[in-house]
């Protein structure tokens, strides 16, 4: 079976060029939205960590990146996904705890607070889901907390696991946020594996 997924994500979201040459244009394109100096900044801000997140998941083997960077009233809103292909251990089959180490191996984070559970996916089945607030390194000695939501789902008929992985500086939207990231993990679909 070949490790061929879907995943849906809102209409609003742009699937990221893995490349990071896009980006450079919807940062102008935002830039022009934005007038106030304090905003600006802001902005470019959020728009560098972006692009070392993309750097970052292209590094640790992402098949996939979506997300949203818009102005909105209240401010600026931030939240993206990556997603990427593991291996488990031959021969073994992952409990919970297995999965949500799998999702933390290789992690550059720091836990804030963080609650592990089971889930059934629709059309995917049993996965793990690990969400919390976690601090993320930016640069040498600079941190930002970010909300992460990951999901690790078992990919049909092989040793891969599908770590889908959820990202957002918007603490104060952590709930619908959340919300959010567990719905978009949520459409995971196999679809060779159902019509095999």
Do not use: K
């Not at 390194?137 to 600079?142: A, K, V």
């Amino acid at each position: 079976m070949s490790e061929t997924f879907t995943i849906r994500v809102p209409d609003s979201w742009q699937s990221y060029d893995l490349s990071g040459e896009e980006l450079a244009d919807r940062r102008a394109a935002v830039l022009a939205d934005v007038d106030r100096p304090e905003d600006r900044v802001e902005v470019n801000r959020m728009f560098r960590e972006v692009r070392r997140l993309v750097d970052e998941t292209r590094r640790r083997g992402a098949v996939y990146a979506a997300g949203t960077i818009a102005m909105h009233d209240d401010g600026l809103l931030v939240a993206h996904l990556g997603v990427f292909l593991l291996r488990q251990p031959r021969g073994r089959r992952l409990g919970l705890d297995d999965l949500a180490r799998q999702a933390e191996r290789g992690s550059s984070t720091t836990t804030v607070r963080r609650a592990v559970s089971g889930v059934r996916l629709p059309h995917a089945g049993y996965a793990a889901r690990i969400s919390g607030v976690e601090r993320v390194p930016i640069g040498p000695g600079q941190h930002v907390e970010m909300l992460l939501v990951h999901t690790v789902v078992p990919v049909p008929d092989t040793d891969r696991l599908l770590l889908v992985s959820c990202a957002s500086p918007n603490l104060a939207l952590a709930d619908p946020l959340g919300e959010l990231f567990a719905a978009i993990a949520d459409t995971v679909d196999f679809p060779r594996a159902q019509a095999g």
